[in-house]
């Protein structure tokens, strides 16, 4: 089973939209997916008590449970897991990126977003320094701000995901609704964003370098 | 809606209450990571510094923490005087 751990220090800068993105398109890919949702705010769950549908799996836990739950995942035949993390808790950080096969830190185009990332550092030295990549998340549509806050990350020794994902109405409307951008507007470019964005991670989760596949980079 | 068998596994390990499982999926490639082993963190002091903490631990503010939740706790807010992480989650 694969582990994944989205983590960051902020609020709102789409670390569940990304999750549940996530979750979704792997399942379409044919995998058995459980989303651990370690925010008290439980939105991930929320999202699967409005969808109404079995998959992908999504449980509301505690830190202190984790690793019985990953367990869990595993012996019930999930081979894709998803850690969703809340902000401003450091060891529900910790603990996610210590499990993880591979750690994604969704961050804003914004100043507030990037300076945060020298403690994500130090959250991911003492979880061991698990792989990991930071992923431009709700980027304006217009101007460069995502460009310039990956060369920001990667000033800072991050490695950086090649594919951006823009501010777009569909993630919203579909959260509403317990879908996904892909299911609310298949053919949308958020769709398409997203899907990007799980091919990106199965290359990182098969241990592939990350630039082998160039993805949907915009100029 | 009817669970399947993942997700009521994973309700139970999460502590919620337990649902009944009717399938069990085989066990596919199972990677789960084992528990988080733990590493001794200590140090010579006076006599006077474990006083110290035995009287923190008797305070009335003190709910029923023992000392090396305490220890931990301390921890945690010398980590943050220094801007890093807290790391001591309470459980351990």
Known sequence: ?219 | MKKSALTAGLRAAAGHQAQQVTATAAPSVTKAKTPPATVLIGGHYSPEVRRALLLVQAEPKNTGRNLKQLLGEAINDLCAKYGKPQPYSGEA
């Not at chain 1, 000033?155 to 823009?166: D, L």
């Open chain 1, 1 to 219: 089973m694969h582990v994944l751990a989205i983590i960051g220090q902020k609020g709102g800068n789409g670390k569940t939209t990304t999750a549940l993105g996530v979750a979704v398109e792997a399942v379409l890919a044919g995998r058995s997916v459980a989303v651990i949702d370690l925010d008290p705010q439980t939105t991930a769950a929320n999202w699967s008590d409005r969808r109404g549908k079995e998959a992908p799996s999504v449980v509301s836990c505690q830190v202190s449970r984790l690793g019985q739950v990953l367990e869990a995942a595993a012996k019930g035949g999930a081979d894709f897991a998803i850690i969703d993390t809340p902000g401003k808790s450091t060891d529900a950080l910790i603990a996610a990126a210590k499990a993880a096969d591979f750690v994604l830190m969704p961050i804003q185009p914004q100043l507030y977003d990037i300076e945060t990332l020298g403690s994500l550092k130090d959250v991911l030295t003492l979880a061991g320094n698990p792989p990991s990549a930071v992923l431009v998340n709700r980027a304006p549509v217009q101007g460069k701000r995502h460009v310039e806050t990956q060369e920001a990350a990667t000033e800072q020794g991050f490695a950086v995901c090649p594919v951006v994902i823009f501010a777009r109405a569909a993630h919203g409307d579909a959260g509403n609704i317990g879908q996904s951008a892909t299911e609310f507007e298949p053919k949308g470019k958020a769709a398409q964003e997203m899907s990007d964005l799980y091919s990106y991670i199965a290359i990182a989760l098969k241990g592939g370098r990350h630039e082998e596949k160039r993805i949907n980079r915009r100029a």
